[in-house]
């Protein structure tokens, strides 16, 4: 069974530049995650859909960050401009719908120059 | 305000020997709690759970342990390898189906062989 798939891996852009990352899930999970972790620190969650619909967003700054999660499978982060600060790693996360613990992919690592 | 803490940031035990990690919580409506690994560049996975009705929940190597009273649980790694350094992260949960995840800043283990 594939994993959570993210893409890029890597990603460095001038400050005030657009990004955006890519995720997708395990076939199957219905919830989906992006978290961002900084160096040093655990994951902090961004936003939380279930299929299509954004359930949690309370800690995505709008201002700069927006998420889709077109046909509740693919989903992408986008920030336009970026900032210094929001380099670090975003992670993608997914689980069965109602299960308990959360399959995360191996992260895009922005850096802000 | 951090609601999940893992207070040692780092922790050293030779091959063969006990590795405890630990982790405190501040919120009693936490009922649900997950531990991570995750090793450098690649996404956290999944360890153990446990739910707030058991106090020990033990996989293999690994057994997770719960005290509500005193609002902390605590990952055991018997015996430990060299394969199990990594960073370990503590997650926390309301359950109910919210599945809005709290996390630690992570203990980085490194066991010496």
């Known amino acids: 069974e594939a994993g959570v798939v993210q893409s890029p891996r890597y990603k460095i852009i001038e400050k005030k530049q657009p990004v955006a990352f890519w995720c997708n899930p395990i076939?199957?999970?219905?919830?989906l995650y992006w978290y961002l972790q900084n160096l040093g620190q655990g994951p902090e969650l961004l936003i939380r859909y279930e299929n299509e619909e954004a359930v949690d967003d309370s800690q995505l700054p709008k201002d700069r960050f927006s998420a889709e999660r077109l046909k509740g499978v693919d989903s992408t982060l986008k920030i336009q401009p970026a900032e210094l600060g929001d380099s670090a790693v975003y992670l993608c996360?997914?689980?069965?719908?109602?299960?308990?613990?959360?399959?995360f992919g191996e992260g895009s690592r922005l850096t802000v120059l | 305000d951090q609601q999940v803490k893992q207070n040692s940031p780092s922790l050293s035990v030779q091959e063969g020997r006990i590795s405890i990690l630990n982790c405190d919580y501040t919120?009693?409506?936490?009922?649900?709690f997950l531990w991570y690994k995750k090793y450098p560049a690649e996404g956290p996975t999944f360890l153990i759970s446990?739910?707030?009705?058991?106090d020990k929940n033990e996989d293999g190597r690994f057994t997770v342990f719960l005290n509500k009273s005193a609002k902390h649980l605590s990952l055991h790694i018997v015996p430990s390898q060299p394969g199990d350094s990594a960073v370990y992260f503590c997650?926390?949960?309301?359950?109910?189906?919210?599945?809005?995840?709290?996390f630690g800043t992570g203990t980085r283990l490194k066991v010496l062989a």
């Open positions: 076939s199957g999970h219905n919830t």
């Open positions: 446990i739910s707030s009705i058991k």
């Open positions: 996360a997914s689980s069965p719908s109602g299960a308990g613990e959360l399959f």
């Open positions: 997650a926390a949960s309301e359950g109910s189906g919210t599945y809005k995840y709290i």
């Open positions: 919120n009693s409506m936490f009922d649900y």
